[in-house]
């Protein structure tokens, strides 16, 4: 099923980089305009530099590419001797909690979603993927990774990590480490055999990814390193991946909508000490009280399925329960509606029948950015056309 292999990565040069945080960036789809200038700011060698470049039209394109070829030809950026796993671990906070994100990099064949092996999860909104197919002509690289997510019922990704902390970082800082790691050791390739692979980030990334390698396999004639896209790999149920609420915030309300509710929803007050996980419950939170209803679908797929019936309305998103009440609080929304994540167990369920959520659905977190690894197809074309 999944064809998942190691690579010869570009990372930075250790000799030249110090302070390996000062050159990250995170993905383009959150950077922005001020972020992006404060990242251009920081380091001269900042990621950003490739990763969303600056310029008008095409320029930015041509940018990046030159500056690529640049901090290779300068050392600034080095292949690795082999080709490896990247294994990556991050601690981060949710709520004060601490957490541990543990994964790794590699490279996975891309296919079509008909295949079945590479699952997209949700809808998204359209929009124009130009960009990001220009990045990866003139580049020929992934700079940043698609969030890839699996589902392991063993120990393997749990005992993969009794090896990996033994080997010597390329990176290390008091939040992350970044090892590379020879697969002749680990095995990640057969254990990938039979499996698929959940897209939690990056749907937009992807099918850019595959229309790019549809182009050249069909001019060339032949499968190679383009044929591959970089991921982030992380086991669903061991790798610390949290999966945090998207809540919805509504605006410009009327008689009909407040109607409509009350006649497809049976709504109930609650005082909300606790949130309950239920996935079939959502709350409504306005005038400073909670009310909720259960639903007979899962709760982000009847509430998508009420709101697309009121073309008038404004819909904002947000993670945070707080936030969602500020903004109500406020009166710059009306009414809240908070709901909990779908689990991961449910995740699998839904993208094994080969159904997709709604957008807006879920949202991964942490966010993998930009700078800890670069797969480049010129380097890796050889690697790839030799195990095709």
Same mark, same amino acid.
């Given at each position: 099923?999944?064809?998942?292999r190691?690579?010869?990565g570009?990372t930075?040069?250790?000799?030249?980089?110090?302070?390996i945080?000062?050159?990250?960036?995170?993905?383009?789809d959150?950077i922005?305009?001020?972020l992006?200038?404060d990242?251009?700011?920081?380091?001269?060698y900042?990621?950003?530099?490739?990763?969303?470049?600056?310029g008008?039209?095409?320029?930015?394109?041509?940018?990046?590419?030159?500056?690529?070829?640049?901090?290779i030809?300068?050392?600034?950026?080095?292949?690795?001797?082999?080709?490896?796993?990247?294994f990556?671990?991050?601690?981060y906070k949710?709520?004060d909690?601490?957490?541990?994100?543990?994964g790794f990099?590699?490279?996975v064949?891309?296919?079509?979603?008909?295949?079945?092996?590479?699952?997209p999860?949700?809808?998204?909104f359209?929009?124009?993927?130009?960009?990001?197919?220009?990045l990866?002509k003139?580049?020929?690289?992934?700079?940043?990774?698609?969030?890839?997510?699996y589902f392991?019922?063993?120990?393997?990704s749990r005992?993969i990590w009794?090896y990996?902390?033994?080997?010597?970082?390329?990176?290390?800082?008091e939040?992350f480490?970044?090892?590379?790691?020879?697969?002749?050791?680990?095995?990640?390739?057969n254990?990938?055999?039979?499996?698929?692979?959940?897209?939690?980030?990056?749907?937009?990334?992807?099918?850019?990814?595959l229309e790019y390698?549809?182009l050249?396999?069909? !001019? &060339?004639?032949k499968?190679?390193?383009?044929s $591959?896209?970089?991921? #982030?790999?992380?086991?669903?149920y @061991?790798?610390?991946? +949290?999966l945090l609420?998207?809540?919805?915030?509504v605006?410009?309300?009327s008689?009909?909508?407040?109607r409509?509710?009350?006649?497809?929803?049976?709504?109930?007050?609650?005082?909300l000490?606790e949130?309950?996980?239920?996935?079939y419950?959502?709350?409504?939170?306005r005038?400073?009280e909670?009310?909720?209803?259960r639903?007979? !679908? &899962?709760?982000v797929?009847?509430i998508?399925? $009420?709101?697309?019936? #009121?073309?008038?309305?404004?819909i @904002?998103?947000?993670? +945070?329960?707080e936030e969602a009440?500020s903004?109500v609080d406020?009166?710059?929304?009306d009414?809240?509606?908070?709901?909990n994540?779908?689990?991961m167990?449910?995740?699998?369920?839904?993208v094994e029948?080969g159904?997709r959520?709604?957008?807006?659905?879920?949202?991964?977190?942490?966010?993998?950015?930009?700078?800890?690894?670069i797969?480049?197809?010129?380097?890796?074309d050889r690697?790839?056309?030799q195990?095709?």
């Open positions: 099923m999944a064809d998942v190691p690579f010869i570009l930075y040069n250790r000799d030249v980089i110090n302070s945080e000062r050159v990250l960036s995170p993905p383009y959150i922005s305009p001020e992006q200038m990242l251009y700011r920081r380091h001269p900042n990621i950003v530099r490739l990763e969303l470049p600056l008008d039209n095409d320029e930015k394109y041509i940018n990046a590419s030159e500056t690529l070829r640049l901090w030809r300068n050392n600034i950026l080095v292949p690795s001797k082999d080709a490896s796993f990247y990556y671990k991050e601690k949710i709520e909690r601490e957490r541990i994100l543990r990099f590699g490279v064949r891309i296919e079509p979603f008909e295949k079945r092996v590479i699952l999860h949700e809808f998204t359209s929009k124009p993927k130009v960009d990001r197919f220009n990866l003139y580049t020929q690289s992934n700079i940043s990774p698609i969030l890839g997510m392991d019922d063993t120990e393997f005992d009794d990996v902390e033994f080997q010597r970082p390329l990176f290390s800082s939040r480490v970044l090892w590379a790691v020879d697969d002749r050791n680990i095995d990640i390739t254990f990938f055999v039979g499996k698929v692979i959940l897209i939690a980030d990056g749907h937009h990334r992807y099918e850019t990814a390698k549809n050249m396999e069909s !001019e &060339l004639g499968p190679g390193a383009y $591959f896209v970089m991921m #982030f790999l992380v086991d669903a @061991s790798g610390g991946l +949290s609420p998207t809540h919805r915030v605006k410009g309300i008689k009909d909508f407040e409509a509710l009350r006649d497809t929803f049976d709504i109930e007050g609650d005082s000490v949130m309950s996980q239920d996935e419950l959502v709350y409504i939170y005038d400073g909670f009310a909720r209803f639903t007979e !679908e &899962l709760n797929i009847s998508h399925r $009420f709101l697309s019936n #009121f073309k008038d309305i404004s @904002s998103y947000t993670h +945070s329960l009440k903004l406020n009166r710059a929304y009414l809240a509606f908070i709901v994540p779908p689990s167990d449910t995740l699998k369920m839904i029948n159904e959520l709604p957008q807006k659905s879920t949202y991964f977190y942490p966010k993998i950015g930009a700078g800890l690894v797969y480049n197809h010129n380097i890796n690697e790839m056309r195990n095709v």
